[in-house]
């Protein structure tokens, strides 16, 4: 039974690395219009967020948190002018995965891997 324990904690471990990237890359983002706003780049704890409206205060980089399920947002433009909290990884059908933003109120983007 130890055995049993210690190959599966080590199985876990391993695979937290997996989980932990999960979220990294391109991600191309709509709003609830469907309409495409932006493009968020994540790579280790910073973001990117270049949004396709000219001059939109939005558009800029932060730092993250990594969650389990996803990140969360710790300051830069996406923060402070929009009020996302949250990016959750979710089951896609047509992508696999998505990332859903989030403020503390409700869902604001979807975006899918790019």
């Known amino acids: 039974m130890r055995r049993f324990a210690l190959v599966l904690a080590l199985t876990a471990v391993s695979a937290l690395p997996a989980f932990a990237q999960a979220y990294q890359g391109n991600w191309s983002c709509r ?5 495409r706003v932006g493009i968020l ?11 396709r409206t000219l001059g939109d205060p939005t558009s800029g980089s932060g730092n993250l948190a990594v969650y389990q399920d996803g990140v969360g947002f710790n ?12 990016g959750r990884l979710i089951n896609d ?5 998505a990332l859903q933003l989030e403020t503390a109120e409700a869902i604001v983007m979807l975006c899918n891997p790019r």
């Open 31 to 35: 709003d609830a219009t469907t309409n």
């Open 41 to 51: 780049t994540i790579y280790g704890q910073v973001y990117g967020w270049a949004s």
């Open 75 to 86: 300051d830069g433009n996406l923060k402070a002018n929009a009020s996302i909290q949250a």
């Open 93 to 97: 059908p047509t992508y696999g995965v």
